[in-house]
């Protein structure tokens, strides 16, 4: 029993311990196991951009950053939004730059206000999110310079396909930039025809970058933790995830020299990545643009451009959910973004289950209580040899207490007398712990499917849940879960200690107020599986009460 009752206080302070820590982030508190991002505000979208570093470098032949080489910007040039529409996305382009300024999510709801959707790359004083691409190594057209937009369609309507074509000319050299958006994708084609309409050589370089400010998305609880962020990933350093802090403090670590790859930025559930040509050498970087303001991006040599000559090269941005499915087709290692953390050899199994059983029921409340039944089926002999435990266990109560009263001043003749009862009685006193021990993994696992699963998000189950990502409403899910721990608690044998007692009897409250901030669909998994207990361990205790084998 001493050691019973070590493992319990050791789960019981633990779950203390984290409870206080994610009280102290939900409140705005430092954290004692999690960095806090930066979350200064942004200055405003375009403010002062000739003092902005977010133009990148040119690498030198040495595989030195030298600054590149900024065509003279009109700090008064103004440019026209172009609105592209398409049946997932409403995309808006400057013309002063060709950056995509704004991308709407036109099947996403904003977490704070459902009447909106959600707004990815944005261009707020609050918020800036923005895709930049240009020339350097020369006074080229670069994401400061004015382009000229052919006409053509602005909205998807016929056909699967809708192009916007920006064009600009500096220094002899002709930029076209070429926007392709698809129907039922968030993949968006962009190419870039670099024509040298000059009497001389050039060798230009293209850079592609994304640029965001450092705060996490509004509406996103502190109680637990979600990842904001960027992400590199080649095929020799694998996937890599650093957080804005890192790069204020110039210390991201990941590759910076590749042929292949892409550079992203991360925030729970959404994605945006840059995948330039594989094959095609790339300088990779990450910096301080401005005051909470970063960039990650690719730097491309084009090579020497004959005069009369042009080149092509032809990228892809994906900007849009993270579902893993259709990230893998975007580009190789992309599906990593979706990160389950340290258990994922456990998650990606848990969510391929989820996955088919969601075909068949089609809805993810239903589909959480089909996977509970079966984790519960699978770790059913385990869960019965604990509670035949635990029964026995509870009908040689009175003689524990017995034993207790005995040796109550001789520590050493307690446990030996213990020992012998649990030996006579055949009794595993760590039994009823075991199944606790075994589905912790599979519970952190779950956790962070339903925290990573954009699937999940706005998913409705029944009655008052319409989100499974988001916590209980009325907090109904939390108060069930801490009943069907308190049933549970009467149905385990009194420990004889009154202080453990006590603590098995407050343990219902402490967890149930943790689960009230918790994504609903994590807490109907758990009242599922306490239900499921109850009914089991009911059983198998009638039984070994009324002397039949269980």
């Known amino acids: 029993m001493d050691i019973q009752r070590t493992v319990l206080w050791v789960v019981f302070s633990m779950s203390l311990l984290f409870l206080w820590d994610n009280w102290m982030r939900y409140n705005g508190k430092p954290s004692m196991f999690f960095p806090t991002p930066t979350t200064q505000q942004a200055k405003p979208a375009g403010s002062t951009p000739n003092n902005r570093s977010d133009v990148p470098q040119a690498p030198t032949a040495a595989n030195t950053a030298n600054p590149a080489a900024v065509p003279g910007t009109n700090a008064q040039a103004q440019g026209e939004t172009i609105v592209i529409t398409t049946d997932l996305v409403k ?28 707004v990815l790359f944005d261009a707020e004083p609050n918020h800036t999110y923005l895709g930049q691409t240009g020339l350097i190594g020369g006074a080229f057209p670069n994401h400061k310079t004015p382009f000229t937009a052919k006409p053509g369609p602005r909205t998807l309507e016929n056909g699967n396909d809708l192009q916007l074509v920006l064009e600009s000319e500096a220094g002899g050299v002709k930029l076209t930039k070429t926007y392709t958006f698809h129907r039922g ?11 040298n309409a000059s009497g001389a050589p050039v060798s230009p370089s293209l850079y592609l970058q994304l640029v965001r400010d450092g705060n ?39 590759a910076t020299k590749a042929d292949n790859g892409w550079v992203a930025l991360l925030q729970h559930y959404f994605v945006s990545a840059i995948v330039p040509p594989q094959g095609a050498q790339r300088t990779i970087f990450s910096k301080k643009v401005d005051n909470n303001l970063y960039a990650v991006g690719t730097i491309l040599p084009l090579g020497t451009v004959a005069p009369g000559a042009s080149t ?67 770790f059913f002999p385990l869960s019965a040899a604990s509670y035949r435990s635990m029964a026995k266990m509870k009908t040689v109560t009175p003689k524990m207490q017995g034993i207790r009263e005995r040796f109550k001043d001789d520590p050493t003749k307690m446990n030996q007398a213990m020992m012998e009862l649990y030996r006579t009685e055949k009794i595993n006193p760590l039994g009823g712990c075991l199944p606790i021990v075994v589905q912790i993994p599979v519970f952190i696992a779950l ?35 801490a009943a069907s721990m308190f049933i549970q608690t009467k149905l385990n044998p009194t420990p004889p200690d009154p202080v453990q007692a ?17 994504p609903a669909g994590l807490v109907l998994y758990w009242v599922v599986n306490n239900v499921l207990s109850i009914a089991q361990q009911w059983v198998i205790t009638r039984k070994i009460q009324g002397g039949k084998p269980a």
């Open 91 to 118: 995309a808006s382009i400057d013309t002063l730059g060709g950056e995509l300024k704004r991308l709407e999510l036109l099947h996403h709801r904003d977490t704070i206000d459902p009447s909106k959707n959600v």
């Open 185 to 195: 994708d968030y993949t968006i084609g962009v190419q870039h025809v670099v024509t």
């Open 216 to 254: 996490k998305p509004e509406g996103e609880s502190r109680f637990y933790s979600s990842f904001t962020g960027a992400a590199v990933y080649t095929e020799a350093e694998k996937f890599q995830k650093f957080e804005f802090k890192k790069v204020e403090e110039n210390k991201a670590e990941h």
């Open 312 to 378: 092509t090269i032809d990228s892809k941005l994906y900007s849009g959910p993270e579902v893993a499915a259709v990230l893998e087709k975007v580009a190789p290692g992309l599906e990593l973004v979706k990160d389950y953390g340290w258990l994922t050899i456990v998650a990606k199994p848990i969510f391929w289950l989820m996955e088919q059983i969601h075909k068949v029921l089609g809805n993810w409340g239903w589909t959480i209580v089909v996977l509970t039944i079966m984790i519960k089926l699978a």
């Open 447 to 481: 956790y962070w499917v339903l925290s990573a699963s954009v699937e999940m998000r706005g998913a409705p189950w029944l009655g008052w849940i319409h989100d499974l990502a988001a916590p209980d409403p009325f907090y109904i899910l939390p108060v069930l879960m």
């Open 502 to 518: 006590k603590v098995m009897m407050v343990m219902p409250i402490v967890f149930s107020v943790m689960f009230f901030f918790f």
